[in-house]
Nanobody, 125 residues
Framework: EVQLQASGGGLVQAGGSVRLSCAVS????????IAWFRQAPGKGREGVSC??????????DYDDSVKDRFTIFTDYAKNTVYLEMNSAKPEDTAVYSC????????????????WGQGTLVTVSS
């Protein structure tokens, strides 16, 4: 059974950093793309970043600085994908969720069949 569990959210001050974790199980890690999405209050879900093996993608449809401030990486020993968020902004406030599926990375939520629960990140100004 494919399972994903996101954690690490909380309250962070603007300019600060937070690291989100997505622990995965039930599938061959290298065969899947694992992505982070976020949904801010009153807005739709948007792709943030995705990793597939050595390939990393950052989706900056709404924020050009995501790729400069966020880092996605994998700890294979822990079967965990991380999203390191630096220089946090109040507009980063959202529920962050991780998702996985076979195939290439995508910034479209409908691409992914498997989802973990969300973790709330609140950035105070």
């Amino acid at each position: 059974e494919v399972q994903l569990q996101a954690s690490g959210g909380g309250l962070v001050q603007a300019g600060g950093s937070v690291r989100l974790s997505c622990a995965v199980s039930g599938f061959a890690f290298d065969d899947y793309s694992i992505a982070w999405f976020r949904q801010a209050p009153g807005k739709g879900r948007e792709g943030v970043s995705c990793i597939n093996g050595d390939k990393k993608y950052y989706y900056d449809d709404y924020d050009d600085s995501v790729k400069d401030r966020f880092t996605i990486f994998t700890d294979y020993a822990k079967n965990t994908v991380y999203l390191e968020m630096n220089s946090a902004k109040p507009e980063d406030t959202a529920v962050y969720s991780c998702a996985a599926d076979e195939g290439r990375c995508s910034g479209w939520a409908r691409t992914y069949r498997f989802w973990g629960q969300g973790t709330l990140v609140t950035v105070s100004s």
